[in-house]
């Protein structure tokens, strides 16, 4: 605590009220201005996906996402059942993650357990996708897609509210350990 010695001790538990006091007024106005800044930009990078067929003729792809929003990108690719193609359907972003917290203490700084995790967890975006394009290779496994449009229509936590757009993309699909891709949102 600052040293205000011509205060004393119930002159400064006065000016902390005070500073209180005007803080909570002073808060309330930067959060409301922040959130009528308009939408924010996020991009994240994609890796490790796993492809998967599901029951009623769907295409589950899961990616890991690394930047803005980290967390697990989940695509659902509905089967048209006219057409037989894979062009529209739902998606799902957790935005949830493990952070190393500072080593306290006496704990040896070569010991892994040491350093504790504190698991985030901001929340859920989601909504529909179109626009899909797969790319299948000669062995008829699915390796990338493009021109993946997303409509966020949902949000949960942090994300409450929200709604935007966004794009994805991502090559490699068949390999676990090579996969590349990008998402962007805007919301």
């Known amino acids: ?5 011509s205060l004393g001790r119930w002159g400064r538990l006065v000016a902390l009220c005070a500073l209180a006091a005007l803080a909570g007024p002073l808060a ?28 009623g003729n769907h295409v589950v792809i899961t990616m890991q996402a690394t930047g803005d929003l980290p967390g697990l990108l989940t695509l659902t690719l509905d089967e048209d059942p006219a057409t037989g193609s894979f062009t529209k359907g739902s998606w799902a972003l957790a935005v949830s993650y493990a952070e190393y917290l500072p080593i306290t203490g006496t704990a040896p700084s070569d010991d892994p357990d040491a ?3 504190e698991y985030v967890n901001k929340g859920t975006l989601g909504g529909t996708l179109t626009g899909v394009t797969l790319q299948i290779d000669s062995n008829g496994q699915l390796v990338g897609l493009s021109g993946v449009q997303l409509s966020i ?12 757009t966004g794009a994805t993309q ?11 891709g990008s998402l962007s949102l805007t919301f």
Do not use: I
């Not at 991502?170 to 590349?180: E, K, M, N, P």
């Open 1 to 5: 605590m600052a040293h205000w010695p």
């Open 28 to 55: 309330s106005t930067t959060s409301a201005r922040a959130q009528s800044a308009g939408p924010q930009a996020y991009t994240s990078t994609l890796s490790h996906a796993r492809v998967s067929l599901a029951a």
């Open 115 to 117: 350093q504790p995790l």
């Open 153 to 164: 229509v949902s949000g949960s936590l942090q994300f409450d509210g929200a709604t935007g």
């Open 170 to 180: 991502a090559t490699g699909l068949a390999d676990f350990d090579h996969t590349s």
